[in-house]
């Protein structure tokens, strides 16, 4: 996934905008971009500010991927996993119970607490983590 991604998605369900992003890991791929700055109009997903407060390293920007992490709405607590470079923005009532809980686990040490006991659809506070 690119940061510049979060330039212009919102929260699927309550329409929260911007949306904070929680890297695991990423890749850094070796491109030649030229690009008119800012390439991002509002928020600048790799600094996570809005673009007229910070300082936006366009081109050093697209050449990274995110290839596993975590997308947080903070309005209402959803989050959505990034695997693979894709992120899973799917709406509560697609997404599989075992499998979001199964991605926190493996990642509990990198997640905020907050998601973990209190994240929706699905999380770990009735589970020993």
């Given amino acids: 996934m690119k940061y510049s ?4 998605i919102a929260c699927p369900m309550c ?3 911007p949306l904070k992003v929680i890297v695991f ?4 791929y070796s ?3 030229a690009v ?4 991002c109009d509002l928020y600048c997903g790799l600094r996570g500010k809005y673009v007229k407060e910070a300082d936006t390293p366009c081109e050093e920007c697209l050449k990274i991927e995110v ?3 975590i997308i947080v709405c903070d309005k209402c607590l959803r989050w959505y996993p990034i695997i693979d ?3 899973r923005m799917l709406p509560d009532d697609l997404r599989k119970e075992a499998e979001d809980k199964d991605f926190l686990r493996k990642y509990s040490d990198k997640i905020p607490k907050e998601v973990l006991e209190n994240g929706r659809p699905y999380n770990l506070s009735h589970d020993t983590l």
């Fill in 5 to 8: 991604l979060i330039n212009i």
């Fill in 15 to 17: 329409k929260n905008f």
């Fill in 25 to 28: 890991s990423e890749r850094t």
């Fill in 31 to 33: 491109r030649n971009i």
């Fill in 36 to 39: 008119e700055k800012p390439f």
């Fill in 67 to 69: 290839v596993d992490g």
């Fill in 85 to 87: 470079e894709i992120p």
